[in-house]
């Protein structure tokens, strides 16, 4: 699907370059700052002024494609054109217990079983933290993350840090579990999610560890937020054209440390809501955005990330289901490459196992349609219709008993059993089944454990980290 | 249960029609009676189906699968059976009513009875009361069922069982009914002894009036 036509495009990419050199932004990394003054910015009125070929030169060195890989080695997440990859999303406050039901915030624990959930669902391709820990010190609180994540998940991960000394440990306990700096830049499985603040400004701890990534050349992406009517202007286009400036300036330093650096683009315009004020992460803006700014890395040629799959509402329920459906809709039909927020409730303040699983089905039920008609002679089943008796059917045609399995989709977690049978199986609806489900994903599914080096490196680096507070 | 026995029972509920005609094939070369082959092999692996498509574990056509398994069997064994060696579950006709040309789903439980030992007569739809009448008289059924999809054709029903009555017939047969339109209290409504809303529970049902 397009949403922009050529022209559009070039009026979103010209106001951005617009942005960038007149309007300028706010760069509080001192090394960052030199970086750009020496490439051919310049500083006025305390913003710094990006010329547009540094910017275009950017654009033409970044690949335009980032192979992921999991911690084992496998190549399971291509980002690149035409490919659709969905995972969940990081640093909820809060969690509804999949025990108790109840709202509560997350702990450490909480990330390693959404991790492992995740990992037992065919429909999530990658993860991310899902909870923002309480029960260890808040200083350390991304790294439990990404340990928990590591622990809980083979698949690859999208990371948040707090700042350069995170991105240390975490890449020490990186590299132990790849086997090595060369190694984990060969066969990456981990991705830097940071972002700069709509609108314009760079604060010196985001942009380090975007640098971090660009020295190490690990991927990373930089998305801002310019959420209509908060972080960006009320109308979309606006939003779009500022989202894009402000994440050309993270790629651009990229490039300027190290050409070649893998560099997921793309951005975020939720809608801030003009009731609540809550940022909404169901509105239609975020999905239409996307397929937006999906064109717009289409034209630069890069990978692009995106978000689905999450709702505004506080428990799973229609409301949840239609927002889920509209925006995994939108995503594979705009073909943005690295999906986030899967599983999302309330406006991304809570997470739920519940919804992760409703997404699932989502996921695997939308990807039926972007798949398409196969058009063959064998699913044109000319000669079994030709044999059928008229009104007779083909439920025991050898057409059908051959094919049904591939050839039907089947519902794992949608219902359609016959009304008696759903009342003698409990009367539940697909909130009450999804948590089932997610009880047995977790008490069934196996994940292997961690390289014994690794859980070394990662005792050594908690040990540490201790003792820092100790002092 | 011996041993190729259980193979035979075991190869049918997947389905591998080829193997079970040469299962069964091997049991009567190693002198097993043709009655113990299909009671001990062909109808044990088919009860454990429709056990297994009752509890939602088999799909439809994994069913319709282990019934064409259970043809591949029966080819081998036909011929040697003496005409008491079968174990009938039970003689069945069954038929749509008359004004209705819906097939599907009368074929699903006629396939599904005929998996589970019954034997069955099909009349076919738009079956007038007569030609059920005719047909009771003829194959001396123990179950008579009817099929319906409209809510226009289903009252046909009624006239049906009050032809059986009129004949001297209806005492001798059990009348089970069926369609997507069809409740266990219209089916008490009209007279017949009994309902079931799919094609699995019609074999149970069947199974209680048969046994």
Redesign the interface.
Known sequence: MRMLSDEQIQALHCTSLDILSRTGIVMKSEQARQLLLDAGAWESDGRIKIPDPLVMDAIASAPARIPMYNRLGQLTMPLEAGKVFFGSGSDCIFTIDVETGERRQATAEDVQRFAHLGDGLAQIDFTMSMGNPCDVPPLDTYVHEFIGMLRGSVKPTCYTAHNREDMEDIYRIACAVAGGERQLREKPFLMLYAESISPLLYPEESVDKLLFCAEKGLPVTYPPSPNTGGGGPITLAGALALGNAECLVGLLLTQLVRRGTPFLYGMNTAALDMKSAIVSYGAPEWPTGMAAWTDLARYYGLPVWGAAGATDSKVVDAQAGIEATVTVMAAFLSRCNLVHDVGYIEYGSTSSMEMLVVCDEVIRDVRFIVDGVEVSERTLAREPIHRAQPGGGFLADDHTLDNWKWAQWRPALLDRTRYDRWVEMGSKDICARANERARQVLADHQVPPLPEEAEEVIAQVLKAREAHCDR | MSDILQQIASNLYS?ADKAVAGLVQQALDQGLAPAEVLSGGLIAGMDEVGKDFKA?VL???EV??A??AMHAGMGVLRPLLAAGDVPTAGKCIIGTVEGD????GK??VR?MMEGAGFEMVDLG?DVKPAAFVAAVREHKPTIVGMSALLTTTMVRMKTIVEALEEAGLRHSVKIMVGGAPLTAAFAREIGADGYA??AASAVDVARGFAG
Not at chain 2, 101 to 104: C, G, K, R, V
């Open positions: 389905g939602g799909y439809v056509p319709l699968i019934a064409r040309l819906h097939d599907i074929n699903l396939m739809t809303p799919d």
